[in-house]
């Protein structure tokens, strides 16, 4: 059985970067599949945030794209986001989820991590 | 970015009920669509790929169909364990993104 999970720090101050790490159990990233961060903030809907291939090819949300950094350690069977320059607006649930080659369906999530920015 | 217009944002069904969710997309995305349900609190959960195949383990119940720009999720006949929020995502672009969502409530 796939599982994803996320961790990392829940409180954030502005301006600093948003780390967080997701390990991966039953399945072997580097086998296959996208791997990629959603986040939500408190009430409103998804955003993607972006992907990165096991071979370690990136894609990221445009709109967040000068802030993003997901990279890949395939000898720790995980993936971690770094989100730099944080504001009040970055606030929000992270997800973790593995992504079909094929489809670039979410087949596998993470339960989610709160990371509220706030000095 | 591709956009997705969902709709409606809410509605409120009784049980037994057949409830329709569509979905727009902003330019044509073949079947490249996929259907997730949110209960409060939780991961979204997959529910619908390719925009009509049901991944494993999901009810019946739960369909959907489209292609191009035009898509629709059906409940046929809806339960008390559905009230949810349901999105819609493209994958049809690299740069993934969801539709705005849909709860669905019970009367």
């Known amino acids: 059985q796939v599982q994803l999970q996320e961790s990392g720090p829940g409180l954030v101050k502005p301006s600093e970067t948003l780390s967080l790490t997701c390990a991966v159990s039953g399945y072997s990233i580097s086998s296959g599949y996208y791997w990629g961060w959603i986040r939500q903030p408190p009430g409103k809907g998804l955003e993607w945030i972006g992907s990165?291939?096991?071979?370690?090819?990136?894609y990221y949300n445009p709109s967040l794209k000068s802030r993003v950094t997901i990279s890949v350690d395939t000898s720790k069977n995980h993936f971690s986001l770094n989100l730099s320059s944080v504001t009040a607006a970055d606030t929000a649930v992270y997800y973790c989820a593995r992504e079909s080659e094929e489809t670039g369906t979410a087949d596998y999530w993470g339960q989610g991590t709160l990371v509220t920015v706030s000095s | 970015d591709i956009q997705m217009t969902q709709s409606p944002s809410s509605l409120s069904a009784s049980v037994g009920d057949r409830v329709t969710i569509t979905c727009r997309a902003s330019q044509s995305i073949s079947n490249y669509l996929n259907w997730y349900q949110q209960k409060p609190g939780k991961a979204p959960k997959l529910l619908i790929y390719?925009?009509?195949s049901l991944q494993s383990g999901v009810p019946s119940r739960f369909s959907g169909s489209g292609s191009g720009t035009d898509f629709t999720l059906t409940i046929s006949s809806v339960q008390p364990e559905d009230v949810a929020t349901y999105y819609c995502?493209?994958?049809?672009?690299?740069?993934?993104?969801f539709g705005r969502g849909t709860k669905v409530e019970i009367k």
């Open positions: 390719a925009a009509s």
């Open positions: 990165i291939y096991h071979s370690g090819s990136t």
């Open positions: 995502q493209q994958s049809y672009s690299i740069s993934r993104t």
